[in-house]
Structures are given as structure tokens and as C-alpha cells.
């Protein structure tokens, strides 16, 4: 299996302020013939099912607001949020669907300072 | 807009089995192209993949559970559904239902989730 290691497990940030979270895989996702990271970020608030927010590491799905981007490839990604809202507080996910068992990152809780 | 529901038990008793179906409005199960997968989350913890089925019955099991994990798709009620036999008070958790578009792929809609309980 591809083990995903995001970090860190939690992050405090100031409103306005960037936040960077970390995600690691122990193998690369990154499929040559396409020249595509198989990597997505998933948003997940209280009482809440996992959003999806930005698939192959970095195309932002529909509705999510551009502050949310998403870098990297082969091993090593970011989810990264310009200037951090209220409503940003969730803890999130990244996630390998390029080999089964799709497997997911054990999540970054991401609070206010 | 494609809407995924759970339904089944909360309360299972130990060495019983869970049985949960996903129905799906919105969108049809027997689409090409797009697989239905199970994902659970223990309480307070992360997410994990049980595996997906296809229209045409196709399949794939996480190894972690393949001994006891069964899914199905009826498509002429637009559902599909898992099993998971032998569970224990390990197998209390949230379940989540998903849609991916291909077998590799993200999981773009998902249901609210049910939370099953195990007792003994």
C-alpha cells in the first residue's frame, strides 16, 4: 500500500494569514505516460462527509474558492490556503488514487490562532 | 446534482453482519465510467477505502478487509450496497458512501455518512 504522511497534524493560523499543509507519499503518484499526479485534497468540517477540493494535486474543483491551491508531484505535495477565512477550519485530507487501495493522509487539523 | 444517501442499521451486534446500501439520486449507478465505492472513518480518525464495485459488477476489495467485505449494485434501484461479515467493536465507525469517475480517480460526491455501532 502507498502510506500518505501529511504534516503537521495540526496548524493554527491567523485570519488572512497563509496556511501550508504537507502531504508525503511513500511512493510516487505521478503516472509518466499522462504526466499526472494521481493526488487529491479533500476538505472535512464537523458533522460532515470529506469535500473535495482539488484533484491531480493541483485543478481546484468547481466552487472552490481560489484561495485554495495545490502544488507538488512524485512525492511530495501542499495544499496551501492564501489567506486563511473562518469557515477554512476543517481538517484535511490528502489522498493517492494512483494504485488501489486508494489510501488517504491521517488528515491536518487547521484552527484559528 | 448527484445525491448519495447511506441507509442500513446502526446497531450491529458483535459477530453479526453490516449491511448498508448508498442509493443515489441524481445520477445512475449503471453509468459508464463511474465507480461506487465505501469508505469508513473510525471515530476521531482518518479515512479508510473499502473498496469500490462498477455497474457490471465488477469489484476490488481493500486486502485489509477482502475476507469479509462484500459489495453489490442493484441498478434498477439505483443502489448499491456492502457487507462486511464477523464485525466486531473494531468495526464501529462513521461509513461513507463515494462516486469516482474511473477506477483511479477522486471521490467527487459523497453521502452524509451513517455511523454504525458494534455491540457485544
Known amino acids: 500500500d502507498i502510506v500518505m504522511t501529511q504534516s503537521p497534524d495540526s496548524l493554527a493560523v491567523s485570519l488572512g494569514e497563509r496556511a501550508t499543509i504537507n502531504c508525503k507519499s511513500s511512493q510516487s503518484v505521478l503516472y509518466s505516460s499522462n504526466n499526472k499526479n494521481y493526488l487529491a485534497w479533500y476538505q472535512q468540517k464537523p458533522g460532515q462527509p470529506p469535500r473535495l477540493l482539488i484533484s491531480w494535486a493541483s485543478t481546484r474543483e468547481s466552487g472552490v474558492p481560489d484561495r485554495f491551491s495545490g502544488s507538488g508531484s512524485g512525492t511530495d505535495f501542499t495544499l496551501t490556503i492564501s489567506s486563511l477565512q473562518a469557515e477554512d477550519v476543517a481538517v484535511y485530507f490528502c489522498q493517492q488514487y494512483y494504485t488501489t487501495p486508494i489510501t488517504f493522509g491521517q488528515g491536518t487539523r487547521l484552527e484559528i490562532k | 446534482q448527484v445525491q448519495l444517501q447511506e441507509s442500513g442499521p446502526r446497531l450491529v451486534k458483535s459477530s453479526q453482519t453490516l449491511s448498508l446500501t448508498c442509493t443515489v439520486s441524481?445520477?445512475?449507478?449503471?453509468?459508464?465510467?463511474?465507480?461506487w465505492s465505501w469508505i469508513r472513518q473510525h471515530p476521531g480518525k482518518g479515512l479508510e477505502w473499502m473498496g469500490y464495485i462498477y455497474y457490471s459488477g465488477s469489484t476490488y476489495y481493500n486486502p485489509s478487509l477482502k475476507s469479509r467485505v462484500t459489495l453489490s449494485v442493484d441498478t434498477s434501484k439505483n443502489q448499491f450496497s456492502l457487507k462486511l461479515n464477523s464485525v466486531t467493536a473494531a468495526d464501529t465507525a462513521v461509513y461513507y458512501c463515494?462516486?469516482?469517475?474511473?477506477?483511479?480517480?477522486?471521490?467527487?460526491?459523497w453521502g452524509q455518512g451513517t455511523l454504525v455501532t458494534v455491540s457485544s
Open positions: 463515494a462516486r469516482g469517475f474511473g477506477n483511479y480517480a477522486p471521490l467527487d460526491y
Open positions: 441524481g445520477g445512475s449507478t449503471s453509468s459508464d465510467g463511474y465507480y
